[in-house]
């Protein structure tokens, strides 16, 4: 092993190198300056999302903990454009909001170390980074859940987010004691070679299953999602729901695929309930909902559910649709969240009954939503159909057809209820509706971003081509 | 390794404990009660990997350092929900869980 190997560590060592770099910039920068830092953070973190396109060896790092093969740095590199979109969408909420209480360039750092976890989470090659990097992950992310700490909501959300995840954590903890004692290593390609079906294995299993569902949040293990949601601010909740959901989804497939194998035709009936529970609980709780950040939460629960249709068929074909699928759902839930949090920077309104007539006002903005709304609801030109259409496909390869028909009369009631919004938008006239506004340069450049992307991803081809050949390294 | 204790009784005295502590997270209304109820479910987690280590694979030391990680981890992880706890205390002047239900359903 020679320094030049530590290249393979290249993303996780550039974001560190970023992290220190804010660190030692928000010593030096003056107080009355400090907004510069928020162009420093967008500016190097869109480095660090290009420089990562470029290409990367297949290999491993420290006797197989670490490793990373193609199709893990292709997840890394849409993660990092994700997290971009999210900077630009709330680089004007921290310029007017957070800079001013002197709390901006930890913003940056805590989110960054968050994304540093989801890196080592993701390339994990043993259940101890694994479990490091999930680690990593949550907890920087609860401090920023409660990071207005002059709301109340905001205080409640982390701690709700805390006790959850510090019990997911140990529950998963539980569970990985338990193969570690049927298999004798934490090493997934040792795990794999002794995994046998015993009893000890499958409570293990289903209590590392349970663990991992805390983070996708599907049900039974949802509750703290829309509180957090609706409590956090916006560009955390974004966050959540698209980025952290995303990895976790990612790391559950690989574990699943390649550890748990031997497994399969158990952990098959587990997604397959899982699945129904969470597609029609998720949907019929967004029904109901008044409040916009607790609407896009159960329906990101629905579209977990969804998720689940693309792993249950656990080989090649399912890791290509659920990746398609985690990026289309990328762009679709950032363009929603990013209109959100325009209006909301704007006007302090969160509710659905505020976006009464939005389209005679704000003509543009609720194009987006609208485009997004669809995108999520996935009826046909835009990208959301192709995702969802993938993942059907997947599930009925595999001949589970009534999994497919339930999950297309799921997909008929999300369109009810996301039709709802973009009827109060452009059909009602409210009484007061919200004035027109413009938004900022860093708003505007990622919502136009998350709007190219719906459009052109479902239509551009060779991509699904691209990322299906990626998945071969993973099975 | 323990003369005349077998694997039996402490493993199932982490499952009796794992389960107390998940007990505890579900009927506690105080949310540091909630909090050392976490800290039971991790506790048992290191007993368990610990344990097995010595007794069933000792000829490498996976579990023991497993161990000490998630100690570390467990660390971090109260002392950042014990601070979010002083700063909604600062609020409301509770730490009572029926206190912090203004979101709901």
Do not use: C
Not at chain 1, 307 to 329: D, K, M, R
Not at chain 2, 4 to 31: A, C, D, K, M, P
């Amino acid at each position: 092993m020679n320094l030049s190997s530590f290249l393979l560590m290249r993303q996780e060592i550039a974001l560190l190198l970023i992290i220190l770099l804010l660190v030692i910039a928000e010593i030096f920068i003056p107080k009355r300056r400090k907004v510069s830092i928020v162009h420093l953070s967008v500016f190097l973190f869109g480095i660090h999302a290009i420089v990562g396109f470029f290409e990367i060896d297949e290999s491993t790092l420290f006797g197989g903990m670490f490793r990373s093969n193609n199709l893990i740095h292709f997840f890394k590199n849409v993660l990092n454009i994700g997290v971009l979109i999210l900077l630009l969408q709330s680089a004007d909420w921290i310029e007017e909001k957070i800079v001013n209480q002197n709390k901006g360039s930890e913003f940056f750092i805590l989110l960054f170390s968050s994304l540093l976890g989801i890196y080592f989470m993701i390339s994990a090659g043993d259940f101890l980074m694994f479990y490091l990097g999930l680690e990593l992950s949550t907890l920087p992310v609860t401090a920023l859940a409660a990071y207005e700490t002059m709301k109340r909501i905001s205080s409640e959300s982390g701690i709700k987010l805390i006790l959850s995840s510090a019990l997911a954590s140990g529950v998963s903890l539980f569970g990985i004691s338990m193969l570690y004692a049927t298999t004798g290593s934490i090493y997934f390609s040792e795990i794999v070679q002794a995994l046998t079906s015993t009893n000890l294995t499958l409570l293990g299993m289903v209590l590392l299953f349970a663990g991992i569902s805390f983070k996708i949040s599907l049900v039974p293990f949802h509750f703290w999602t829309a509180d957090v949601y609706e409590g956090a601010p916006i560009s955390i909740a974004s966050y959540l729901s698209v980025i952290s959901k995303g990895a976790a989804v990612f790391i559950l497939m690989i574990i699943l695929f390649t550890v748990l194998k031997p497994l399969a035709p158990i952990w098959e009936n587990m997604i397959y309930t899982i699945a129904i529970a969470t597609m029609f609980i998720g949907n019929l709780f967004a029904l109901r909902q008044q409040n916009m950040k607790r609407f896009l939460a159960f329906s990101s629960i629905a579209q977990a559910g969804f998720i689940l249709l693309g792993l249950i068929e656990g080989s090649q074909l399912g890791t290509a649709t659920v990746v398609y699928f985690v990026l289309i759902y990328i762009f679709s839930n950032l363009a929603a969240f990013g209109v959100v949090q325009a209006i909301s920077l704007q006007t302090g309104k969160e509710r659905i009954k505020d976006y009464e007539g939005l389209y005679r006002t704000n003509p543009n903005l609720s194009l987006v939503l609208m485009l997004a709304l669809f995108s999520l609801a996935g009826i046909p030109p835009v990208a959301g159909f192709f995702g969802k259409f993938f993942l059907f496909t997947a599930a009925a390869s595999k001949g589970f057809f009534l999994l497919v028909f339930l999950a297309v009369v799921n997909v008929t009631i999300s369109l009810y209820y996301y039709l709802l919004v973009v009827r109060a938008m452009f059909l009602r006239k409210g009484d007061n509706p919200i004035p027109f506004f413009r938004n900022k340069v860093y708003m505007r450049i990622g919502l136009v971003i998350t709007v190219l992307g719906i459009l052109l991803l479902g239509i551009y081809s060779p991509l699904y081509d691209y990322i299906y050949d990626l998945s071969s390294a993973l099975n | 390794m323990i003369p005349g204790v077998s694997i039996y009784e402490i493993l199932t005295i982490t499952s009796i404990l794992f389960f107390i502590g998940v007990y505890g997270f579900i009927t506690r209304t105080n949310l540091i009660s909630i909090l050392i109820s976490v800290e039971l479910i991790l506790n048992a987690s290191v007993v368990n990997f610990v344990i097995i280590n010595k007794y069933l694979f000792p000829e490498a030391l996976q579990g023991v350092y497993f161990s000490i990680f998630i100690i570390a981890v467990a660390a971090a992880e109260t002392a950042l929900a014990v601070s979010i706890i002083i700063n909604l205390y600062r609020q409301i002047s509770s730490v009572e869980v029926k206190e912090i239900e203004t979101m709901k359903y």
